[in-house]
T-cell receptor, first 116, second 113 residues
Framework: AQSVTQLGSHVSVSEGALVLLRCNYS??????LFWYVQYPNQGLQLLLK??????LVKGINGFEAEFKKSETSFHLTKPSAHMSDAAEYFC??????????????FGSGTQLTVLP | EAEVAQSPRYKITEKSQAVAFWCDPI?????LYWYRQILGQGPELLVQ????????DSQLPKDRFSAERLKGVDSTLKIQPAELGDSAMYLC???????????FGEGSRLTVL
């Protein structure tokens, strides 16, 4: 079964520093991969998605992620952290073969803290 | 901007009581999902609807949980009786197609005492 593993449940960076949130996937076929963000007491919002069109994917709020098949990774990065980036970030993968039975499966999340 | 509406935002109940959550997806979204998110964890799928039909409810504890989407629009998730371990955020999401691009509501936070 397809799944994702997020390395590091908590990450702290200084404002203006590089943000790197790690995600590795296990899949026997090329997956569809996603990053979602969740602000406190809110639902999740899609940041970006990989659907095999391009290995470097750009998302909202200056985030991007690179699909690396050789490393089975889909790490999320942002060159310069802003205080408003403090949130929980979830990596996710499509699970299931096809059609309406396909489902989104989430990792356990990484809480990002941005220090002034 | 269209949003997924959920109510109530917060619910406190005692164990053994009945609880119900309501979700109104974005207009035109055929697929509707109910996820449960325990504090500090990622969301876990409880049930998925395609229009009014259940596509997957394999992770739904059917002895106490039920979900319906009678007219293929809004949906209700019910828990009866509630247990202490049911304390969590219940998230509803919808999508046009099943490509992983989900639109989430703000969630309903349940506390069972």
């Amino acid at each position: 079964a397809q799944s994702v593993t997020q390395l590091g449940s908590h990450v702290s960076v200084s404002e203006g520093a590089l943000v790197l949130l790690r995600c590795n996937y296990s899949s026997s076929v090329p997956p569809y991969l996603f990053w979602y963000v969740q602000y406190p007491n809110q639902g999740l919002q899609l940041l970006l998605k990989y659907t095999s069109a391009a290995t470097l994917v750009k998302g909202i709020n200056g985030f991007e992620a690179e699909f690396k098949k050789s490393e089975t990774s889909f790490h999320l990065t942002k060159p310069s952290a802003h205080m408003s980036d403090a949130a929980e970030y979830f990596c996710a993968v499509i699970r299931g073969s096809s059609g309406s039975a396909r489902q989104l499966t989430f990792g356990s999340g990484t809480q990002l803290t941005v220090l002034p | 901007e269209a949003e997924v509406a959920q109510s109530p935002r917060y619910k406190i109940t005692e164990k053994s009581q009945a609880v119900a959550f309501w979700c109104d997806p974005i207009s035109g979204h055929a697929t509707l999902y109910w996820y449960r998110q325990i504090l500090g964890q990622g969301p876990e799928l409880l049930v998925q609807f395609q229009d009014e039909s259940v596509v997957d409810d394999s992770q739904l504890p059917k002895d106490r949980f039920s979900a319906e989407r009678l007219k293929g629009v809004d949906s209700t998730l019910k828990i009866q009786p509630a247990e202490l371990g049911d304390s969590a955020m219940y998230l509803c999401a919808s999508s046009w197609t099943n490509t992983g691009e989900l639109f989430f509501g703000e969630g309903s936070r349940l506390t069972v005492l």
